[in-house]
Every structure is written in structure tokens, then in C-alpha cells.
């Protein structure tokens, strides 16, 4: 499979210099590739109507944010999003609008929630020689706590969301007397003493295929997704005062982590015992879970990684190789020793 895809005038590309763009087929041509794509309100689900097929590239980012001051992934103009501010810079460095980008991030994030892995992928109607220079590029036009760590070229079928296969994610507690002020932003801080082990007990009843109905909180965009997924691991690991929920599945529905890691918490405190979990998995409503505790605050929950298979995040024919960013040296020494 080559990375081409069909465009039906050269004359409706941007203006880029000739060492980054890639001359395109003709519409003719038999390496052209149709992809297709859906927009970025779709549900975490895969009846999802497909929006009509886009001609071009796809391209895959791999994003790491502070999600302090924005109002989750999700693209809304005031408060700024993660997804608008990248949006906003993806527009200047390829000169196309936004409807054009078809920009799709594997998970919508809420306000004031951190990632590390988050994955995207855009779409342009002409290729790269090199990634470099527009990996550069964005993360200069991106505010200090937006980075992209990694852009790559990916087949048609590839779709942010819809591949993927798992994701991973970490809540922190601070379990101290006194807050950490490095950690305030990136950690809930819980004074009262906790009991991990009988934290980890009640975290193994997670794992498994349940329905986790309990532990959802209703979403505006998400429809009516599948409440069936798969928890794979779900780990507690103490470091010192820090306590981090590590906890690995097959998706994750609105709030859900959070709602978990609540629901520990109180058992943590030794407030309920630990097969509490399996009695409210059991009712498959969220009233029950609201009688014990309301979802943990934002500030502790982190996106690490999205899973994939392998053969979505092959490299096709006739593509740039993965940009990791550039690294800058001095050949000399410019100043003079005396």
C-alpha cells in the first residue's frame, strides 16, 4: 500500500516550500488510496455513521499536555481545548482549515485531566519529504504546556480512536498530612491515612469484562456507547507519600476512571469494605455508586498510552520516516578562547 492519495487539482494546494511537499498522482493514478475518516464528535463505538471519504494523507501524532488550564480534549472555542489550540496551530503550519484537517483524538479528555500518550491523527491532500520540519513548527506555534512528541505517517485504515485497541491510565493521590506544591497540579491530595492493600483487593474485583453502567456519568456527545469493556490490569503502587492507580482496559467511558478511583479511595479510608465493588458493578446503576462517593477531581487522572495493533502503525510505501523531534549541535565553537 502506498501513501498516495487522490487529489483533483495540484492547484488547490497550499502554497509549501518544494522541499516538503511531494508531488502528487494524478487522479488517475493506480496508487491512489481512499480514506476514510469520521468527525471528532462521534462516540467511543464503532456504529458510528462514516462521514463521506476524504482524499489525502493521514498523519498520526503522539501527544503529551498539562491540562490545567483547558477544558479537556474535546474542540470548543471559549474555554480553549487542547483539540482548538492544536487545531489553531495545525491550520498555520499546513495552511488548511480545520475541515480540511479532519483532526481526531483517540480520547476526549475532560477539563483539567493531564496525558502523555494522547494520540491524533489529520489528514492533508499532499505528503512530506521530511516530518521534521513540521514537528518543529507546531511545537513552536503550541503554548509551552502542548508539546507533540512524535509524528508519523500511517495507513488509511488507521483511526485515532476507532484502532484503538486499549489505553492506559494513572491516577495519583498524595497521601500526606501536607500537600506537596510541586505535586498540587498533577496529584489529589487525600490527608487521610490509606489503606493500600485493602485498595489493591477491592481494585482486583475490577478486573475482568464487566458492565460498568455503575461507574459512568452521562455524557452529552457519547450516545448510548457499549458499557461492556475490559479491565486487563489494575495496579496500586506506593511511593512514599505518592499512591498511583495504574489501571489498563479495553476503553474507558466518560468519567469512569475517576469514578473508580473514588470509589478506592473510600475503601482505602476503610470507610466501606472492599467487595463493595462487585455489589455496585452488579446493580449496573449509577445511583448506587452516589451513595458512597462522587467521581475523584480531575487534576490526578493522566492518559499514559493508547494501545494499537501493529500493522495500523506500519510506515507506508513512499512516506517520511517518523519525526521524534530535532536535535541541534554546534559544529564549533564560535567563540574565541584567549
Not at 452488579?282 to 487522572?301: H, I, V
Request: hydrophobic share 40%.
Amino acid at each position: 500500500m502506498t501513501c498516495y492519495g487522490g487529489v483533483a487539482a495540484a492547484a488547490a494546494l497550499p502554497s509549501l516550500p518544494p522541499t516538503t511537499l511531494t508531488t502528487l498522482p494524478s487522479s488517475s493514478s493506480n496508487t491512489s488510496v481512499r480514506v476514510r475518516d469520521v468527525g471528532s464528535g462521534g462516540a467511543e463505538h464503532h456504529n458510528t455513521v462514516l462521514k463521506p471519504t476524504v482524499d489525502g494523507f493521514k498523519w498520526r501524532l503522539l501527544i503529551s499536555y498539562d491540562g490545567t488550564h483547558y477544558k479537556g480534549w474535546q474542540f470548543q472555542q471559549t474555554p480553549p481545548t487542547i483539540q482548538c489550540i492544536l487545531e489553531k496551530a495545525l491550520t498555520r503550519a499546513t495552511k488548511l482549515g480545520r475541515k480540511d484537517l479532519h483532526l481526531v483524538g483517540a480520547s476526549r479528555t475532560d477539563g483539567g485531566v493531564h496525558a502523555w500518550g494522547q494520540v491524533a491523527h489529520f489528514v492533508t491532500p499532499f505528503n512530506y519529504d521530511s516530518l521534521d520540519s513540521i514537528h518543529a513548527a507546531l511545537n513552536g506555534l503550541l503554548p509551552p504546556d502542548i508539546r507533540v512528541r512524535e509524528i508519523s505517517a500511517v495507513v488509511p485504515e488507521f483511526h485515532a480512536r476507532f484502532s484503538a485497541k486499549g489505553k492506559t491510565y494513572h491516577y495519583k493521590i498524595f497521601n500526606d498530612a501536607v500537600m506537596d506544591p510541586f505535586q498540587r497540579l498533577y496529584a489529589y491530595h487525600v490527608t487521610h491515612k490509606l489503606n493500600a492493600a485493602v485498595m489493591r483487593e477491592a481494585a482486583n474485583h475490577f478486573i475482568g469484562t464487566h458492565d460498568f453502567s455503575a461507574f459512568v456519568n452521562s455524557s452529552r456527545n457519547d450516545g448510548v456507547p457499549n458499557p461492556v469493556k475490559t479491565i486487563f490490569r489494575f495496579d496500586i503502587i506506593k511511593m512514599g507519600a505518592l499512591l498511583q492507580l495504574e489501571v489498563e482496559g479495553s476503553g474507558f467511558m466518560y468519567r469512569q476512571v475517576r469514578n473508580m478511583a473514588a470509589l478506592l479511595l473510600q475503601i482505602g479510608k476503610e470507610a466501606i469494605a472492599p467487595d463493595i465493588v462487585p455489589k455496585i458493578l452488579s446493580t449496573r446503576d449509577r445511583k448506587e455508586l452516589a451513595k458512597y462517593t462522587l467521581a475523584a477531581p480531575p487534576q490526578g487522572l493522566c492518559l499514559v498510552a493508547v494501545k494499537y495493533n501493529e500493522e495500523h502503525l506500519q510506515l507506508p510505501l513512499g512516506c517520511p520516516t517518523t519525526s521524534l523531534g530535532r536535535h541541534h549541535s554546534i559544529s564549533k565553537c564560535k567563540v574565541p578562547f584567549y
